[in-house]
C-alpha cells in the first residue's frame, strides 16, 4: 500500500510539472502570436532546458532567435529539430537551419542542408532552392563582387539601434530608438528594443553637421525606413498601424506596418495620411522611390507575395505602384519571381542609374540578410540579381543600402558584432561599380531580297565594335535564326550566305528587350548589266501562256510577282517584257499576238503599282524560236509551249 501511494505520489508531481511546463508554454505561445518573440524566447528557452520539448516548440524558438539575428542560438534549436523531429520539419526549417549555418561561418555544411532542401521542394518549385541550383559558384560570385568599398565611418551612430539612412541632398534621415525613452510599455516585444523614431543629420555652419528629430511625423509608436521626393516636400516613411493613439490590430491580433505620407507646408510637416493600399490584415513598408519620384517600391506580404508557410511575420516580397500627376496610385503590381523568393525580401532602394539595391535571405549569400542588385530596365528580359559582395555584405544581417551614383558614397545598416549598438549605420565609397550581364535575344529570318524566298543555311554572326566574332548561327529550314548577345555594348548582327551580298544591322546599347532583326539579302547576279534577263538572274520558272491566247496565267502571277519584288526593292530597275510565240500560224499574226501579251505583262505589272516609265514590252512573234519547232516541223504541244514565253530584260 505504501508502495503504491509513493507511485502515486510521483505519478501527481509529475503531472503537475508537466502542466506547469504546458502552462508555460501557453503563455508563450500567445506571446509568438502577437510577435512578442523576446518575452516568447525566455519561456521557450527555459521550457527546453528543463527538458520539455516539441518539435513546435524548437521551432517557434528558432524563429525568435532567427528573426532576431542570433543566428548562433537559431542553428542550435533547428539542428536539434532537424535530429530529433525530422519528420515533423517543414521545408522552411532546413532552410532556415542552412541560412544560421552561414551566418555561424558552417558554409559547407550550411550547403549540405540546402541541398536536402532542394531534393524535398523539387515538386513545389520553390525559388530559393531554384536559385541555389543555378547559383552553385554563388560564394565565386561574391568573392569577385568583393573589395569594392571602401568603408567610412558614420560618427552619429549610438548605442541604440541605428538604421535605414536615407539621402535627403546635403544630409541624412535615419531611424533610432536612442532616446525614445526606456518605461517598458514604449518598448516592442519583437526584440525588447525601444520605439524608433526618424531622425535627420543636417550641416550646420557651428558644428559641421547635428542630429535632430523629424519634427512632425514622430509619435510613441514606430516611425522607421523613410524616402523623400526629388523636390523634398513629400516624404514616406513606415509606421505602426495606430488607430486614434492605439494600436490597431487584425483579426488575430497582430499589428501591421503602414506606408505614410506627409507633406511638407511652410517648412513643417503635416496632411500626415495612410495610402490606399495600406490593409489591416496585412503589412506596406519601407518605401523607396524612383530617381523622378514617379514609382514607389515598398516590401509587404500583401495577397500574391510569394512568401513561406505563415508561420515567419517578417517575410515580405517586394512591390511597386506608379504615383499618378494627381498624387494618386495605381494597382500594387509585384516585381515578379526574379527577385521575389519564398523568404524574405525587403528595404529597396533605387539609385539614379535604375539599379534596385535590396536585402534578402532567400538569394544565395553570406547569412542573415544579404544586400543584392538588380539593374531595372533589365529585370524585364534577361535580367539578373547579385550579391553586391565584402565588406557591405557580412554573416550577419546587412540591410537598408542607399547610394549616390554621382558621389559613389554611401551607407547601409548591419548588426554585426564590432557596432556600437544593436544596429549601426556604416558608410563607404564604391570604388567599382558592379557590372550586370545584360543578354539580350535577337530572331529573325533571312530572305532572298529579289524573290523573298527564305533562305535555309545563312550564316549570323554577332560582330563587336572591334570587329571580333562573338558568337554565330545557322538558319534553319524556313529561314530562322536565334542568336543572343551583350547589350551593355554595341554590337553588328551580320547575315551572309554563299552567292549572296552580306548584310548587317548596327545594334547600339540597350535594355536588353527581345528583338526581330530580319535580314534580305541581295544575289550576287543582281550586279548584272543591262540587257540580261531578270528572269534568269533570279531563277524564274519560265513564263507561259496558253495557245493563241494573251491573258496572264495563275502560274505566271506568282513569278510576276517576283519581278516586281525585284523592281520595289530596286527603284531604279527598269525592265522590258520582251513576248515570244511558237511558230504555228501565220508569221503577221504571231507578232501581234506576241505584243498583245508583252501588253499584258506590263499592263498587270502597272495594275501591282510599278509606275509606267519603268516598264516596256515588245513582241518578237516567232523570230526567236529556243528549239526546233520551226514551221513545217511535228512538235508536241509541250514543246511549242517553251516558245510561248515572256523575258525580262534590264534596260538602262
Known amino acids: 500500500m505504501k508502495h503504491f501511494c509513493s507511485i502515486l505520489l510521483i505519478s501527481l508531481l509529475g503531472s503537475g510539472i508537466l502542466n506547469a511546463q504546458q502552462r508555460l508554454v501557453e503563455r508563450a505561445d500567445r506571446q509568438y502570436t502577437d510577435y512578442s518573440f523576446k518575452p516568447a524566447q525566455d519561456i521557450y528557452q527555459k521550457v527546453v532546458d528543463r527538458g520539455y520539448v516539441t518539435a513546435e516548440l524548437l521551432q517557434r524558438l528558432g524563429n525568435t532567435y532567427y528573426f532576431n539575428a542570433d543566428y548562433e542560438k537559431a542553428a542550435e534549436s533547428y539542428g536539434r529539430l532537424l535530429e530529433e523531429f525530422e519528420a515533423e520539419a517543414t521545408p522552411d526549417y532546413y532552410f532556415r537551419y542552412a541560412q544560421a549555418l552561414r551566418s555561424t561561418g558552417k558554409l559547407d555544411r550550411a550547403d549540405s542542408i540546402m541541398q536536402r532542401f532542394t531534393e524535398i521542394t523539387r515538386a513545389s518549385s520553390d525559388a530559393r532552392a531554384e536559385l541555389f541550383e543555378a547559383n552553385r559558384d ?17 560618427v552619429f551612430n549610438s548605442r541604440y539601434s541605428d538604421f535605414a539612412p536615407s539621402l535627403t541632398g546635403e544630409g541624412l534621415l535615419f531611424s533610432s530608438d536612442r532616446d525614445t525613452g526606456n518605461l517598458a510599455r514604449y518598448r516592442h516585444t519583437w526584440n525588447s528594443q525601444d520605439f524608433l523614431d526618424l531622425y535627420e543629420v543636417s550641416p550646420d ?73 495600406n490593409s489591416d490584415s496585412y503589412s506596406v513598408a519601407h518605401p523607396a522611390l524612383s530617381a523622378d519620384g514617379k514609382v514607389l517600391y515598398f516590401a509587404s506580404d500583401m495577397p500574391g507575395s510569394r512568401v513561406g508557410n505563415g508561420d515567419s511575420p517578417a517575410q515580405s516580397d517586394l512591390w511597386r505602384v506608379i504615383i499618378k500627376e494627381d498624387g494618386t496610385f495605381s494597382q500594387p503590381e509585384n516585381l515578379g519571381p526574379k527577385i521575389n523568393t519564398e523568404a524574405r525580401e525587403t528595404f529597396p532602394f533605387v539609385s539614379s542609374e535604375g539599379i534596385l539595391y535590396f536585402s534578402s535571405d532567400g538569394h544565395p549569400g553570406l547569412g542573415g540578410l544579404d544586400i543584392f542588385a538588380t539593374k531595372l530596365d533589365y529585370l524585364p528580359w534577361k535580367g539578373s540579381v547579385q550579391n553586391v559582395g565584402k565588406p557591405v555584405n557580412s554573416a550577419w544581417d546587412d540591410f537598408t543600402y542607399v547610394i549616390s551614383d554621382e558621389t559613389r558614397e554611401g551607407y547601409f545598416a548591419s548588426n554585426r558584432p564590432e557596432g556600437m549598438g544593436g544596429d549601426d549605420i556604416y558608410g563607404f565609397i564604391e570604388t567599382r561599380p558592379l557590372q550586370f550581364e545584360c543578354i539580350q535575344s535577337i530572331t529573325g529570318t533571312v530572305r532572298d531580297k529579289i524573290t523573298n524566298e527564305v533562305l535555309a543555311g545563312a550564316t549570323v554572326r554577332i560582330i563587336d565594335e572591334q570587329n571580333n566574332e562573338v558568337s554565330s548561327a545557322i538558319t534553319d529550314t524556313n529561314g530562322n535564326y536565334e542568336i543572343t548577345l551583350d547589350c551593355n555594348q554595341a554590337n553588328f548582327v551580320r547575315a551572309s550566305r554563299e552567292g549572296y551580298i552580306p548584310a548587317e544591322e548596327y545594334l547600339s546599347p540597350s535594355d536588353g528587350k527581345p528583338r526581330v532583326v530580319d535580314f534580305y539579302l541581295e544575289p550576287e547576279s543582281v ?4 540587257g540580261d534577263d531578270l528572269a534568269k538572274l533570279l531563277q524564274l520558272s519560265t513564263i507561259y501562256f496558253d495557245f493563241d ?7 505566271a502571277e506568282i513569278e510576276i510577282q517576283k519581278v516586281i519584288a525585284a523592281m520595289e526593292k530596286y527603284p531604279s530597275l527598269k525592265i522590258k517584257a520582251n513576248s515570244h510565240t511558237d511558230s504555228r500560224g501565220p508569221a503577221a499574226y504571231n507578232l501581234n499576238l506576241s505584243q498583245r501579251r508583252a501588253d499584258a505583262t506590263v499592263r498587270y505589272m502597272i495594275s501591282k503599282g510599278i509606275a509606267p516609265e519603268r516598264l516596256q514590252g515588245e513582241g518578237f512573234g516567232e523570230s526567236r524560236l529556243i528549239n526546233r519547232c520551226v514551221d513545217g516541223v511535228r512538235c508536241s504541244d509541250e514543246e511549242h509551249q517553251l516558245n510561248r514565253r515572256s523575258e525580262f530584260i534590264i534596260f538602262e
Open 549 to 555: 491566247k494573251a491573258v496572264i496565267r495563275p502560274d
Open 205 to 277: 555652419s557651428a558644428r559641421g553637421h547635428r542630429v535632430t528629430k523629424v519634427e512632425g511625423v514622430n509619435s510613441r509608436f514606430h516611425e522607421s525606413t523613410s524616402a523623400l521626393s526629388p523636390d523634398g516636400n513629400t516624404l514616406y516613411f513606415t509606421r505602426n498601424n495606430v488607430r486614434e493613439g492605439k494600436f490597431a490590430r487584425d483579426q488575430e491580433g497582430f499589428v501591421r506596418l503602414k506606408i505614410y505620407r506627409a507633406e511638407k507646408i511652410d517648412g513643417v510637416w503635416s496632411t500626415i495620411e495612410e495610402l490606399p493600399f
Open 527 to 530: 550586279t548584272a548589266g543591262y
Open 138 to 154: 554563388y560564394r565565386a560570385e561574391i568573392e569577385a563582387n568583393s573589395g569594392r568599398y571602401d568603408m567610412t565611418p558614420f
